[in-house]
């Protein structure tokens, strides 16, 4: 007796996927699309025909535009041609990448430094390098997505603990004490603006015997003695953390990232990661003007210290009409709403009346913790910070009566 015809398998077409998930994220208010920025002056934008204030960019010190820093980015092109050619271990490894790589290393008080075109890339390096299969990632349950893809290419087992509590760190890296753990924190967190207790985790890494690695990109250039960051205003330095990322992007107002670190660590990661092995250097123009950014910052701690009094007086005014603010001392100073659709609303109403301010959703936050992300720059005068508030009074005053 002969078998009956084989049911036919129709392959799942990836394009309709892609709608139907398109589609759903419609439905739950995540649908994300870029919006075009047709000029800038200071914290001015136009967007979409409207000039507005801005408050959701993460050029805190105000140097992506300072004539000092374009001059150098542009002298450098002018002599170095706009990108570098290779990766750094081939040919693309220029002058103005080894004195910004030296200059950041001073700067942080460490032995060495490595330039990375990001710092996504910077923290596939370093997850990638150090870590094998059947070794520990343990890591705080907010950190950078780019540290937990990092994670998971390494092939390690990866463990999230609570929210900066150490007590979780301590339970995860003792649940395998045979294996070689990394302990990866940001420094300051990108959603929330508050500070890893980073005394207490770099106790625990050496206790356990964990490599204790910071990833700084929103404390760099903005706290601690010098502007160093989240680990000097820590009071820790190589000694208790042997390798942390600097990003260019944010407070230096620039683009790409610098690992610091102790030479050995430094060394294993120029001479094995994918990301740095296998990527175009950094255009060596974007090095000069980093270059030059940080000499800005470090002779203008004005820049600094203003923001700091910004942010004072945000959360002052903030509390004195209502609206409820997460625990940061940093320049992100969110605000939770809840729904995706009520916190687009929000970002609406506040275009509406001149500013731009980004409204945050999943994944990027948690479930039912969508938010307005407000950021501060030195460049903002009390009289904006004013104005944004009484912008935010009328949205609170909205969402009261819903």
């Not at 990301?275 to 600094?304: C, D, F, Q």
Request: some cysteine; aromatic content about 4%; charged content about 20%.
């Amino acid at each position: 007796m002969s078998a009956g015809p084989r049911e036919r398998v129709v392959r799942p077409g990836l394009l309709s996927r892609l709608a139907v998930e398109r589609a759903a994220r419609a439905r739950a208010g995540l649908e994300r699309r870029s919006r075009e920025i047709g000029a800038r002056e200071g914290i001015a934008i136009e967007v979409d025909g409207q000039v507005l204030r801005n408050f959701c960019s993460n050029d805190y010190l105000g140097l992506s535009q300072h004539p000092e820093v374009v001059a150098a980015l542009q002298e450098c092109a002018a002599w170095r041609g706009v990108g570098a050619g290779a990766s750094h271990l081939v040919c693309g490894h220029y002058r103005e990448h080894r004195e910004l790589e030296e200059a950041i290393a001073e700067w942080q008080g460490y032995p060495r430094a490595l330039l990375f075109s990001s710092g996504y890339l910077a923290n596939l390096a370093v997850v990638q390098t150090l870590l094998r299969e059947g070794d520990l990632c343990v890591q705080d349950k907010l950190n950078h997505a780019s540290l937990i893809d990092a994670a998971r290419l390494a092939g390690a087992e990866l463990k999230r603990y609570p929210h900066a509590l150490p007590d979780g760190a301590l339970r995860q890296l003792r649940s395998q004490p045979a294996a070689a753990a990394l302990l990866a924190t940001d420094g300051v967190f990108s959603m929330d603006g508050d500070i890893a207790p980073l005394k207490i985790l770099a106790v625990l890494a050496r206790a356990e015997n964990a490599t204790f690695y910071v990833d700084d990109a929103h404390g760099a250039g903005v706290l601690g003695p010098d502007g160093c960051g989240s680990v000097a205003h820590s009071g820790l330095s190589v000694n208790e953390v042997p390798l942390q990322l600097i990003t260019l992007g944010k407070a230096l107002g620039g683009a790409g990232a610098v690992l610091v670190g102790q030479a050995a660590l430094i060394e294993a990661i120029a001479d094995s990661a994918r990301p740095y092995i296998y990527t175009t250097a950094l255009p060596p123009a974007l090095a000069a003007a980093a270059r030059s950014a940080l000499a800005i910052a470090r002779r203008e701690p004005w820049r600094r210290f203003k923001l700091a009094g910004l942010v004072a007086r945000f959360r002052r005014g903030a509390q004195q009409i209502g609206v409820g603010l997460m625990d940061s001392s940093t320049p992100i100073q969110p605000i939770v709403i809840g729904s995706n659709t009520a916190a687009l609303a929000a970002a609406r109403q506040l275009e509406k009346a001149g500013f731009f301010v980004g409204a945050i959703r999943p994944p990027t936050v948690p479930e039912g913790r969508a938010r307005l992300r407000v950021t501060l720059n030195a460049l903002h005068s009390e009289a904006d910070v004013d104005a944004l508030l009484d912008a935010l009074a009328g949205v609170a005053r909205r969402l009261a009566g819903e």
